[in-house]
């Protein structure tokens, strides 16, 4: 048990208080816009290289000004980072590297204190091998008790030599490692989707349900505002845990029902865990990050007695052409409104190649690309794009770092990488450590304002020409356009919340819609096109001549009006 749980500081008498001073509107997750902090790269207080709780807490301002109403934390738990943190050894304790427990309640109450809601996340799909359960499991050896809070299985073959089934991890290779028991004998095989630091939980098992809604109840009472739920799609495996009989599976992620990814079990998981949350007062929320073959699959997690939001993962992996996505706006919000729930969009986060190369790219090379593209196209069509990801009804996502219009580091040396899918023979292309280079604050310094020391992944030598401090108050810099983008969409009444979008007719390769007096055309195509002028310009990324009753819409251009 963790030193830090004596340390925790009580909870406050009533949750009202803790959570009174960010209450904007009714539901207010339906139109939030939630900033989305990778921990490690965000901000150094103590000058070790590596991004803490507190370094987090100094820039809170900042993310204030920007305009967000959220903000999202990865893993600060304790862990010994196989997987940045997605490997939880304690999950009632803050990791060193990134301090303690009285930190992080002082995070919260200065995020409340500034209007700011904050998300934690939690990882139920597996824990780390360090975890106590874990350890007491290997120790106590075949047929414990212990055992059965994970999947453990004898292996096939003549001497149990073989794994016990087909499954393969996401990160590449079997998804099983077999284990050698207390008396040295090689013995039963363990189930791990991820990486074998990452022991599978067993959900079947009551006391990893009891175990969870506790750690639901700890962080609440500390006063978080909600979780982002980590591979909410798995935790139930099909019964008998059935050969998939096909060995390149992970070719099927995302276009099938697998049986260790969404299957329906998991409902009743999320039923619970609302019953918890709802005893809380303040709208705490859930979202998932479901990876499902279809957005109508997404919308059975977002019932109305089950999560509030899932990620929007269709949306972030459709290219940049008005077509394809107008066919999944639709799809999405024709999904979302039978079950009541908001739709989300995203472009960006901590296991996908940043958006503004991947739009830099030619379409069709998927969301982790090794390439940088074409640097100035990448960041024309993020840009742009994310004004049409604001402008659609419903929560939006922010990645840090995108608002500088970073792009992805896609030439870091070998010998600083630690993705751990990198070092494994297959699976993911183990590449995610290019979005997750620590951002820049400042024009110089050894870590461009990330901190004192350095920083854990080397940032690239032009990074401090887009840093906080170089595009603050400059004219059409990235940064400027997204606080522009903030202000505008809470200051619209027809902009945030909503489940429908009227289409108006556009040009071939470009997307026009109208909600109420507001007015949004996206140019995807790769040339100017003539539009009817709809009112007054609120925003562009892009300089729009207007003559008359006709506005000239540059290539790679978004456009907000209003006849208001």
Not at 502 to 517: C, D, I, K, Q, T
Request: charged share 25%; proline share 7%; net charge negative.
């Amino acid at each position: 048990m963790s030193q830090q749980h004596a340390a925790a500081p009580a909870p406050t008498p009533t949750t009202d208080a803790a959570v009174a001073t960010v209450t904007r509107s009714h539901d207010w997750w339906r139109d939030a816009v939630i900033y989305q902090v990778y921990p490690r790269s965000f901000a150094d207080s103590n000058g070790d290289g590596m991004g803490d709780l507190e370094g987090i807490r100094s820039r809170l301002p900042y993310l204030r000004d920007l305009g967000v109403d959220a903000v999202w934390l990865s893993p600060f738990y304790a862990s010994p980072q196989a997987d940045a943190g997605y490997d939880v050894a304690d999950y009632r304790a803050v990791d060193p590297m990134f301090g303690t427990l009285l930190d992080a309640d002082a995070l919260i109450r200065d995020a409340h204190g500034l209007g700011l809601r904050i998300i934690v996340d939690i990882v139920p799909n597996h824990s780390s091998d360090q975890h106590e359960w874990f350890k007491r499991a290997l120790a106590e050896g075949p047929g414990s008790p212990s055992r059965d809070r994970y999947h453990f299985r004898p292996g096939k073959g003549k001497n149990g030599e073989l794994p016990p089934n087909d499954w393969e991890s996401i990160f590449g290779g079997p998804a099983w490692t077999r284990v050698t028991e207390p008396d040295g004998t090689p013995g039963d095989w363990y189930l791990h989707l991820f990486a074998p630091e990452q022991p599978d939980f067993n959900w079947e098992h009551p006391a990893v349900g009891d175990e969870f809604r506790s750690i639901l109840r700890f962080w609440l009472d500390m006063g978080v505002d909600g979780f982002r739920i980590d591979v909410a799609h798995g935790m139930v495996k099909a019964e008998g845990l059935p050969d998939l009989g096909d060995h390149e599976q992970l070719k099927l992620l995302g276009n099938d029902v697998m049986p260790f990814f969404d299957q329906d079990g998991v409902h009743d998981i999320y039923r619970q865990w609302r019953l918890v949350l709802d005893e809380y007062a303040g709208e705490r929320i859930f979202v998932a990050e479901a990876w499902t073959p279809t957005v109508e699959r997404t919308a059975n997690y977002v019932r109305p007695d089950e999560l509030h939001q899932a990620f929007n993962f269709q949306y972030l992996g459709t290219h940049w052409d008005a077509e394809e996505l107008r066919v999944v706006i639709d799809r999405t919000l024709d999904s979302m409104r039978p079950v009541g729930a908001p739709a989300t969009w995203v472009l960006s986060n901590h296991d996908v190649t940043r958006h503004a190369t991947r739009f830099g790219n030619p379409a069709g090379l998927g969301t982790q690309i090794r390439e940088a593209g074409d640097r100035e196209l990448g960041l024309r069509r993020a840009r742009a794009a994310t004004l049409l990801m604001l402008a659609l009804p419903g929560s939006a996502y922010v990645y840090q770092g995108e608002e500088l219009g970073l792009p992805d580091v896609v030439d870091l040396p070998d010998e600083v990488r630690q993705d751990p899918a990198y070092f494994r023979g297959a699976g993911q292309d183990g590449f995610r450590d290019g979005c997750r280079v620590p951002i820049p604050w400042t024009r110089t310094g050894s870590s461009y304002g990330f901190g004192g020391g350095g920083s854990w992944l080397p940032q690239p030598e032009n990074w401090g020409e887009l840093s906080v401090e170089a595009q603050t108050g400059t004219a059409g810099s990235t940064l400027e356009l997204y606080r522009a983008a903030l202000a505008v969409r809470r200051e619209q009444a027809d902009l945030g919340a909503g489940e429908a979008v009227e289409w108006l007719r556009a040009p071939e390769g470009v997307l026009a819609f109208r909600r109420g007096e507001f007015v949004c055309v996206a140019n995807t195509t790769g040339r100017a096109v003539t539009m009817p002028s709809y009112g007054r310009v609120l925003l562009t990324n892009g300089e729009v001549a207007e003559t008359g009753d006709e506005a000239k819409v540059p290539a790679d251009t978004t456009v907000w009006w209003t006849r208001a």
